[in-house]
Structure formats: C-alpha cells, structure tokens
C-alpha cells in the first residue's frame, strides 16, 4: 500500500496534526483523501520525491572529517586513498 503524504489547505486553522502534514497509506484504488480524518478540515496531497536524501548543500571534505568519518578519495582502479 502506498504511503501518501497530506497537509492542511490552510494550516493556520487547521489541527496540529495536518497542520504539519502527516503520512497515511491507502489503497490505490481508493479516492485521495480531501479532509484530515482528525479536524475535518481540507487536507490536500504533498507529492513528495521518495528516497530523495534532504540535503541542502554537498557535505565537504573538512566537515565529514569534524563528524568522525574517513574520506577516501578514489585514485586508480581500486585503489583508495586516505585524505
Ligand atoms: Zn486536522
């Protein structure tokens, strides 16, 4: 079953669970959901990208090294170097 994402039309009046947005999975075969199940107020549907990682800016070399991760840089065919 797929798992689809919603929010509030108008979040300002809406209950603090569709005001955020919230998962539900549904059967495909069923109609897309128009009110939260909760406040009852108009909810629309959040088209999300799956298994895109939410990452505003490439991590650099220094502050993956700062967290404790080893950056191997790929030199030649199968060779890894240690930066
Ligand atoms: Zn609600």
Known sequence: MPLYEY??????QACRICAKGFE???????APLECCPLCRRP???VISL??????SA???VSAAKNAG???LKRRDQGV????
Do not use: H
């Open 50 to 55: 799956p298994n895109t990682p939410r990452v």
């Open 7 to 12: 929010i509030a039309d108008n979040p300002e």
């Open 24 to 30: 539900l999975q549904r059967p495909v075969d069923r």
């Open 58 to 60: 490439p991590l650099s």
């Open 69 to 71: 991760f080893s950056i």
């Open 80 to 83: 890894y170097e240690k930066l």
């Open 43 to 45: 909810v629309r549907k």
